[in-house]
């Protein structure tokens, strides 16, 4: 990833774009989520992808046992959520943790900056340490140029060192987008 | 108690294995894995031994990305009841190459035979049906699981699920190597992948 090549995009901006051609060149293949209006440019740009199958969720930790059964199909995939699905993930976890297969988990953070509501907070505080408990390793990007190298290098420890790892994306980050 | 009109878990699935033609297994928690590793243990098997409610979509993911295979995905009405919006999850992903197999003894048999929701009215079969699963059935013979096993040979549309009325008994355990990552590497090993 050339990120300080001065034609690359605006990554303060468009972060999501190059995001989606940092996880493209990680071979991604499958991509699963829950909707949030932080992953709405890389859903639509997965969505569009015939090379990518994309899975829409109805709770977060289906996505979970999408990514390890992938992984027994030879193929790397994605699972895009929100904070608050991180709770609904906490078992499934044991899954890829477990049978120590690679999982790369996206997950834009609520509850934390400028959050209007206040039912999002308590999941929002609970997100890393749950992460954590659990046995899943956390990256956490507060700048755009942050998340796109961190899921570089993430997508790198993950597939080629077998770890799980969730990327988190402050919400101050998700703030500065219109959405 | 056992209930009329159902068959013996074990000789089922034996059915199934016998006839799997290739096909890839993922299997629930409990006693649908001891009942798959009782057939015989197999590189081309792997076991849950937790993760409740994650079998089925194990299998989708296996099944999307190995197209070619067909995938059988051998699990009980517990663990399936736990994915119940896998059941949705699965009919719009529209795999062509998942079958589902819920061996229903209406119990939660492995933590001391208590009623589950199969045994109260939901039938998962027609859950899926409503769901858009291509075809969906509930079956409570040995002789309707020969049936079956000619059938899931057969090229389909989209994803199966069949339910299978099976005895409400525990039977002696048959257990699958609990090495979690032994279990995935020789999975992936035999579709020719790399492990590590």
């Known amino acids: 990833m050339t990120v300080a090549d001065p034609i690359s995009p605006d990554l303060t901006t468009q972060w999501p774009e190059a995001l989606y051609g940092v996880l493209k060149a990680a071979d991604i293949r499958q991509m699963s989520y829950v909707p949030d209006a932080g992953h709405s440019t ?41 904070s608050s699905g991180v709770g609904n993930c906490i078992n499934m976890l044991s899954l890829p943790v477990q049978t120590r297969t690679p999982l790369l988990m996206l997950v834009t953070m609520r509850g ?32 755009g140029a942050d998340v796109v190298a961190m899921v570089e290098q993430a997508a790198s420890m993950a597939f080629d060192g077998d770890q799980q790892i969730a990327v988190l994306i402050g919400q101050r980050l998700l703030g500065k987008k219109k959405w | 108690m056992v209930m009329a009109n159902t068959m013996d878990r074990r000789e089922a ?43 089925a979509l194990t299998g989708l993911g ?10 059988m995905v051998i699990t009980g009405d517990g663990e399936m009841l736990m994915a119940f ?29 208590q009623d589950s929701h199969t045994g109260c009215g939901i039938a ?8 858009g699963f291509a075809e969906t059935g509930e079956l409570h013979s040995l002789e309707e699981v020969d049936a079956l096993t000619a059938r899931l040979q057969t090229p389909t549309t989209g994803p199966r699920l069949f339910v299978l009325k099976i005895e409400a008994k525990n039977l002696p355990r048959s257990l699958p190597p609990r090495d979690a990552v032994a279990v995935k590497n020789r999975f992936r090993a035999h579709l020719g992948l790399g492990t590590c």
């Open chain 1, 42 to 82: 890389l859903i639509r740009l997965f969505n569009a992808d015939p090379a990518v199958k994309s899975n829409v969720l109805t709770t977060e930790e289906e996505g979970i046992a999408i990514a390890t059964g992938a992984w027994l199909g030879g193929q790397r995939s994605v699972v895009l959520m929100q």
């Open chain 1, 112 to 143: 934390e900056w400028g959050e209007f509501n206040p039912w999002q907070v308590p999941m929002g505080r609970a997100t890393e340490a749950a992460l954590r408990a659990i046995g899943v390793t956390v990256l956490r990007a507060e700048t």
């Open chain 2, 13 to 55: 699935v034996a059915k199934l294995l016998a006839a799997r033609n290739g096909a890839l297994v993922v299997t629930g928690l409990g006693s649908p894995s001891y009942d798959v590793h009782a057939a015989g243990d197999r590189d081309d098997n792997y076991y849950l031994w937790g993760a409740m409610g994650g079998a």
């Open chain 2, 62 to 71: 296996l099944a999307q990305a190995q197209p070619e295979k067909r995938v």
């Open chain 2, 85 to 113: 919006g896998a059941m949705a999850t699965i009919a719009v992903a529209a795999p062509k190459n998942l079958d589902i197999i819920v061996l229903d003894n209406q119990h939660f048999g492995e933590t001391g035979m």
């Open chain 2, 124 to 131: 998962l079969d027609k859950v899926a049906a409503a769901s």
